[in-house]
């Protein structure tokens, strides 16, 4: 468990280098031209993927698992990791889009971000819901909610120190 704070305090640290640079586009740097931007992109991406590499070592760490299971599980688990994927890459880009339009949301836009973000929190548990049986099988139920445990750990981590670096949402004074 020790390895799980520990692993868990990197993963935050790691998310602060990304956090503050969201922070910046949506305060309003907005000079930044598709070159900068494409250059962020690409910076996001390499931490994200760096991200995924270090969530997959914390679980190895601490999901004890037989020869056996490790073989069946790892394909799943790189199937799951997969679809995660897919969702925070929605999520990136709806941070992206708050951060474009920060300064200047209509109560529309707003109240769109928020829908939008609330239906990716679904859809993430909707994942993990069609995972559980399929884990299941290739792992015994204990191991398998030791799994959705650190999982979920993990992602919350992330999405405590991400919502702490995005700015609230502007409302007129």
Do not use: H
């Not at 760490?61 to 995660?84: C, G, H, I, M, R």
């Not at 290739?138 to 030791?146: H, Q």
């Amino acid at each position: 468990m020790r390895n799980c704070i520990f692993a868990g305090m990197i993963l935050a640290g790691a998310l602060f280098v990304e956090a503050p640079v969201v922070r910046g586009q949506a305060a309003g740097s907005g000079g930044q031209g598709g070159e900068s931007q494409a250059a962020l992109d690409r910076d996001v991406s390499l931490l994200r993927q760096d991200l995924r590499s270090q969530r997959k070592q914390l679980i190895a760490a601490n999901l004890s698992l037989t020869a056996d299971e490790a073989t069946k599980f790892w394909p799943v688990y790189d199937q799951y990791a997969a679809e995660l994927t897919k969702l925070g890459d929605k999520k990136y880009a709806l941070i992206k889009e708050y951060a474009q339009g920060f300064a200047s949301l209509t109560d529309e836009q707003a109240l769109s971000l928020a829908k939008r973000s609330l239906a990716l929190d679904e859809e993430a548990s909707a994942l993990r819901s069609k995972y559980l049986p399929i884990v299941n099988k290739v792992i015994p139920g204990k191991k398998a909610a030791t799994f959705f445990q650190l999982d979920r750990r993990i992602g919350l981590l992330m999405d405590l120190q991400l919502a702490s670096e995005i700015p609230l949402v502007q409302q007129p004074q």
